[in-house]
Each structure stands twice: as C-alpha cells, then as structure tokens.
C-alpha cells in the first residue's frame, strides 16, 4: 500500500473516531449511578456515557453527588450528579469531553465599590 493510501485510511479513521465522540456525548444514554463519592461517581458517570472527564482529584474529593438514573444527555446527567455541591460540568472540545471545575461564588456587596 502506498504511502498516500496510508494518510488517507489514518485521516479516515480519526474522522471516524471524532464523529463517535461528539455522537455520543450528544446521544441520550442509560446512567445508573448511585448517589456517592465523587471520585467514583465520576468514573462510573465516565464509563457509562463512554466519554472522558477531566478533573483535578483534589476538587472531588470530599464531595458526594446525587444519584442519576434514567436516559439523558451526557452533560445533563452530570448536571444532575453535581447539583447541590460545590462542583459543575465544562463541555470542552465541543462536548466531546467535559471538565469538572469548582462553581464560582457570586459576592455580593452592601455598599458601592466606587
């Protein structure tokens, strides 16, 4: 096979590879996860909707997050774990993985800053 040919297949089957992602963070899935650890959750939450997580494990820990059972979208059901805690969901790549990032307290002030 000639090296041209090579290229080509190797583009081919990256393009492939791409398309299966952003299917199937888009495409509802089946989760049946339990309400726990974030530290296994999250795996568990990773397994099931066949998609990467990144997060740093020092934000995770301590923290347990809601059950989630049914068919959803991979963002909404880690919507769904982490509400009520102190994390939230950043589709990254254009969902085709998702961040888990600390949630950014609103501060309020009782008197004008200028």
């Given at each position: 096979?000639?090296l041209f040919?090579?290229?080509i297949f190797?583009v081919?089957a990256?393009a492939?590879?791409l398309l299966?992602c952003t299917?199937s963070?888009?495409a509802e899935?089946?989760?049946?996860?339990?309400?726990?650890?974030?530290?296994?959750?999250?795996v568990k939450?990773s397994?099931?909707?066949?998609i990467?997580?990144?997060y740093a494990?020092?934000?995770v820990k301590?923290?347990t997050?809601q059950?989630v059972?049914?068919?959803?979208?991979?963002?909404?059901?880690?919507?769904?774990?982490?509400?009520?805690?102190?994390l939230?969901?950043?589709p990254?790549?254009?969902?085709?993985?998702?961040g888990?990032i600390?949630?950014?307290?609103?501060?309020e002030f009782?008197?004008?800053?200028?």
């Open positions: 096979m000639s040919l090579r290229k190797k081919m990256m492939v590879m299966q299917l963070a888009a899935v089946e989760f049946d996860i339990g309400s726990g650890p974030a530290m296994d959750t999250l939450a397994e099931q909707g066949r990467q997580l990144l494990a020092e934000i301590g923290v997050t059950p059972h049914g068919r959803y979208s991979v963002q909404t059901a880690l919507e769904k774990m982490l509400e009520d805690t102190p939230a969901v950043v990254v790549s254009g969902g085709k993985a998702f888990i600390k949630r950014i307290q609103r501060l009782n008197t004008p800053l200028l």
